[in-house]
């Protein structure tokens, strides 16, 4: 990874720049093995100068989740407004978020989540980051396929149970693009949104 060139940065855009160049190496390496030495080259910065924004790596790596967790469910209740006459609605949202976010951050993030869950022991915190994601995707799901469905304009069908297969097929789409080497991650959601369509049509 390139180095970023030295530059005199207010503390909060010297802590985007930790974060962004924190997020590039995890989503290219194992968290475990990246080091706060390793991100302070990607950043250009001494390691002083990095423990004096956080404590620890783990606190660092909560801090990167965090953000980029918040960034993606922002984008998406950005979109909500433009997908209202949309037939998924806010499910709708939701793909339209995965499919133009994986470029740049989706990916990357889906890889950190999977190391962390493949942890003996893992970091509660950091835990409850992906957890609360998780949750916070189902309901969305599960409470717009119970308007739909609720309006008429869905058939009946078993929402939660819809919900949790949708959620593993989007994740399961980020883990194929990287250990099948195919990047179509936009199609394949497109793919995803034209069964879901045909499914719910009554």
């Avoid at 390139?2 to 989503?27: F, H, S």
Wanted: include cysteine; glycine fraction near 6%; proline fraction near 3%.
């Amino acid at each position: 990874m390139n180095k970023v060139a030295r530059q005199r940065l207010d503390p909060e855009k010297r802590i985007e720049l930790i974060l962004d160049a924190t997020l590039g190496l995890v989503g290219t390496s194992h968290f475990s093995v990246v080091t706060m030495r390793d991100i302070a080259l990607a950043c250009n910065v001494n390691v002083a100068l990095l423990y004096h924004y956080f404590s620890s790596k783990d606190e660092l790596i909560r801090a990167v989740l965090a953000r980029a967790l918040g960034q993606i469910t922002d984008d998406y209740e950005r979109r909500r407004e433009e997908h209202r006459a949309d037939f998924l609605a806010d499910i709708g949202a939701w793909f339209a978020t995965h499919r133009m976010m994986a470029p740049t951050m989706m990916s990357r993030m889906v890889k950190l989540m999977s190391d962390q869950a493949a942890q003996p022991v893992k970091d509660p915190e950091l835990d409850a980051l992906v957890q609360g994601f998780y949750r916070f995707e189902r309901e969305l799901v599960v409470s717009t396929l119970e308007t739909g469905m609720a309006d008429g304009r869905y058939r009946p069908v078993g929402a939660p149970k819809l919900a949790r297969f949708i959620g593993l097929h989007l994740d399961g789409i980020f883990h194929a693009a990287e250990s099948r080497g195919e990047v179509r991650v936009a199609e394949d959601i497109e793919e995803l949104r034209d069964l879901l369509v045909e499914q719910l049509r009554p």
